[in-house]
């Protein structure tokens, strides 16, 4: 696999680590109410669903790093949750914020070109 492709995996990777920490730790923090556009009731409201979300997340992380610790042997593993990514960052866009769509669709987006032009599965 190419440094590039394995660049813009991992960064996708530590994006959905840092979504994993807003939407278990920070939902309700000031830096969670910011990134969300919420008020401290909603948050308090919706903290258990979040916290759900946040794990999902931690998933996807723990996929995209597994497959790039097998090096070339981990590109199927890494087009499958990089699919996932892209499919739940086109959903989160249609159903929750457009800027989903910049946040996490398009990075996905991008490291699976890369992994998919850095050579046969």
Same mark, same amino acid.
Request: hydrophobic residues 65%.
């Given at each position: 696999? +190419?440094?590039?492709? #394995?660049?813009? =995996?991992?960064?996708?990777?530590?994006?959905?680590?840092?979504?994993?920490?807003?939407?278990?730790?920070?939902?309700?923090?000031?830096?969670?109410?910011?990134?969300?556009? &919420?008020?401290?009731?909603? #948050?308090?409201? +919706?903290?258990?669903?979040?916290? %759900? &979300?946040?794990?999902? %997340?931690?998933?996807?992380? *723990?996929?995209?790093?597994?497959?790039? +610790?097998?090096?070339?042997?981990?590109?199927?593993?890494?087009?499958?949750?990089?699919a996932?990514?892209?499919? #739940?960052?086109?959903?989160? *866009?249609?159903?929750?914020?457009r800027?989903?769509?910049?946040? &996490?669709?398009?990075? *996905?987006?991008?490291?699976? =070109?890369?992994?998919?032009? +850095?050579?046969?599965?």
């Amino acid at each position: 696999m +190419s440094t590039a492709a #394995a660049i813009v =995996v991992a960064l996708v990777a530590l994006l959905h680590v840092y979504f994993l920490v807003l939407e278990m730790f920070l939902w309700d923090k000031p830096a969670g109410l910011k990134a969300f556009g &919420q008020t401290l009731e909603a #948050a308090r409201a +919706s903290k258990v669903l979040a916290a %759900n &979300q946040g794990l999902y %997340n931690g998933f996807l992380a *723990a996929g995209l790093f597994w497959g790039l +610790s097998l090096g070339g042997a981990g590109k199927a593993v890494l087009v499958f949750f990089l699919a996932c990514v892209l499919v #739940a960052g086109l959903f989160g *866009a249609l159903t929750a914020s457009r800027k989903i769509l910049f946040v &996490q669709a398009l990075p *996905a987006a991008l490291a699976l =070109v890369l992994v998919f032009l +850095s050579g046969s599965l």
